[in-house]
């Protein structure tokens, strides 16, 4: 799975453009079948802000956005014809020295059961934040009064020309225990884990590595 790292400074997001991509050279009827089999699994058509161009000048992190769908960019991975990279955010939250990570499970996607951190695309009518405290909320359980946020790591991850993420540092309120506690008590199975940031490298094998494990090495 290819990835492109690009460090920066600063980060500049221009306008959305009032434009949207659509999946070339697919019948009506293979989009209807592949979008009923995604809506019969629960998921929402919803619109997501993606990345029609950046520009990297000075460290400079120019972003400049259009519209994608999101059973279109379902679709697009699934016959190899990827869109531009849609907009997604990733949360690093820590307590006590300690890294939160999830497990995937979503069968649609092709890095599933992977282990993650807290995240999510970005649709055109969030702010990045809310959407970053979303997705903690559905991943974790947690709320915002759990939690703060830090700095935006300055360092984004291009993934296979999918998505574009960012990543934010963010601080449990409370303690270690009380994290681990509050996972046991709202999980049954694939509870949210805690793994000490300077045992990373060697808790995960080679082969179930997270998948946007180099993001560490910048905080």
């Known amino acids: 799975m290819e990835k492109k790292l690009i460090p920066f400074d600063k980060i500049i997001f221009m306008d959305p453009e009032d434009k949207q991509y659509n999946i070339p050279k697919v019948s009506n009827k293979e989009k209807k079948s592949f ?5 019969s699994k629960g998921f929402y058509n919803g619109c997501l802000k993606s990345i029609i161009n950046y520009d990297l000048d000075k460290n400079v992190l120019k972003m400049f956005l259009a519209r994608t769908n999101f059973f279109d960019l379902m679709l697009s991975r699934k016959i190899n014809q990827n869109l531009m990279p849609v907009l997604a955010v990733n949360a690093i939250i820590e307590t006590e020295g300690q890294i939160v990570f999830i ?3 979503e069968e649609v996607y092709e890095y599933c059961n992977c282990t993650d951190f807290p995240a999510g695309l970005v649709s055109c009518n969030e702010f990045i ?6 997705r903690i909320n559905a991943d974790t359980k947690l709320n915002e009064s759990d939690l703060t946020i830090g700095e935006l790591i300055p360092c984004a991850i291009i993934l296979d020309k999918a998505s574009f993420n960012l990543f934010y540092k963010v601080k449990y309120k409370g303690s270690k225990k009380e994290l681990e506690n509050f996972f046991s008590k709202n999980f049954e199975s694939q509870k949210p884990f805690l793994v000490k940031k300077d045992e990373i490298l060697t808790f995960f094998k080679e082969d179930n590595k997270p998948l946007f494990f180099e ?3 910048f905080i």
């Open 35 to 39: 979008y009923f089999d995604l809506k």
């Open 215 to 217: 993001i560490l090495n």
């Open 129 to 134: 934040q809310e959407r970053l405290f979303n």
């Open 103 to 105: 497990k995937r499970g």
